[in-house]
């Protein structure tokens, strides 16, 4: 499970520190897609093949169903740690993300997400969370 708040920066390459933390959990390839809200999600592996199982099951017929899939999958590919624990993001990824310098990566239990500092800041106004907190009662949420 991944959970935690880190700052980093990503360098001029792209390449971007995952934190200790995550590591062992990513395992040795896991896989960066576009995540919703302008970040970008980080799966291990076999979480991957679970969502990417999901997906397969949405209807071809639905044209909602082919966007949803067509977001996570056209950008995604696999990633390798190197040496100094570092992935590095494509460009079509970073653009999605703005992700310049100033990163924040966040654990989310199965994926890591990736977030411009500025994008992190401006979607974690938890001003609504009482109201947020109760629509989710319907799904089985208690506190």
């Known amino acids: 499970m991944f959970m935690g708040e880190y700052s980093h920066t990503i360098d001029a390459k792209g390449r971007l520190i995952v934190p200790s933390k995550f590591r062992n959990e990513l395992g040795e390839m896991p896989v960066l897609t576009k995540g919703l809200d302008g970040c970008l999600s980080m799966y291990p592996y076999e979480e991957w093949v679970e ?13 909602n169903a082919r966007t949803f899939v067509r977001f996570f999958v056209s950008g995604a590919s696999q990633c390798e740690l190197d040496k100094q624990g570092r992935i590095l993001i494509a460009g079509p ?19 890591i997400e990736i977030w411009s500092k500025d994008r992190w800041i401006e979607n ?17 949420i208690m506190l």
Do not use: H, Q
């Not at 969502?51 to 044209?63: G, M, N, V, W, Y």
């Open 51 to 63: 969502f990417e199982k999901k997906l397969r099951a949405l209807p071809l017929t639905s044209k």
């Open 93 to 111: 990824l970073r653009e999605y993300a703005n992700l310049e310098k100033d990163v924040v990566l966040t654990g989310n239990l199965n994926r």
């Open 124 to 140: 974690t106004s938890y001003d609504d969370m009482d109201s947020i907190a109760e629509g989710l009662t319907d799904l089985g």
